[in-house]
T-cell receptor
């Protein structure tokens, strides 16, 4: 069974904290993605990576950065968390075909 | 830029009914289209993937069709059950922009009443 695992299901952080969201896939996929999902706005792409150390901005990269040091791991970094980054964060991976998602991380910034 | 629309936004049906969910996209130059299911507070579960060269895919009670020329896909659910209650999302992978990106619709929230 294919697997994409996000490090936390629920996370509560304070404003201004540096936050790391981790995602690991076991399918040797080249492409990995970070989305956020908000009511009424749907899924929006933050960043994606198509190879180790390679990254491209998605639709809403402001306030975020990413790291991909190993093929199986893709990290999303909130440099200084703000309340408007409270959201559901979803990681996905794919080759050129089917995309697979992790279970999601519900992040609350207080 | 690719845009994906799903209508209706919400649907409520009695158990046992057959139903169709709709997905439309503006740019027909797609690589593939994928249907997902999302339960409240959870991640997305892949249901069906249709490659651009295919017309339909089937898995159990689910059948997805693709008509690239008209920019439409449908997800047919046969003999619906309360356990089918969830939000259903379609996503397309396009040749425009980065071919690796998925563009999502906003989803159809399905409720199957016992």
């Amino acid at each position: 069974d294919v697997k994409v695992t996000q490090s936390s299901r629920y996370l509560v952080k304070r404003t201004g904290e540096k936050v790391f969201l981790e995602c690991v896939q076991d399918m040797d996929h080249e492409n990995m993605f970070w989305y956020r999902q908000d009511p009424g706005l749907g899924l929006r792409l933050i960043y994606f990576s198509y190879d180790v150390k390679m990254k491209e901005k998605g639709d809403i990269p402001e306030g975020y950065s990413v790291s991909r040091e190993k093929k199986e791991r893709f990290s999303l970094i909130l440099e200084s968390a703000s309340t408007n980054q409270t959201s559901m964060y979803l990681c996905a991976s794919s080759l050129t075909g089917e995309a697979f998602f992790g279970q999601g991380t519900r992040l609350t910034v207080v | 830029k690719q845009e994906v629309t799903q209508i209706p936004a919400a649907l409520s049906v009695p158990e046992g009914e057959n139903l169709v969910l709709n997905c439309s996209f503006t740019d027909s130059a797609i690589y593939n289209l994928q249907w997902f299911r999302q339960d409240p507070g959870k991640g997305l579960t892949s249901l069906l993937l249709i490659q651009s060269s295919q017309r339909e895919q089937t898995s159990g009670r689910l059948n997805a069709s693709l008509d690239k020329s008209s920019g439409r896909s449908t997800l047919y659910i046969a003999a619906s059950q309360p356990g089918d209650s969830a939000t259903y999302l379609c996503a397309v992978r396009s040749y425009s922009g980065s071919a690796r990106q998925l563009t999502f619709g906003s989803g159809t929230q399905l409720t199957v009443l016992p």
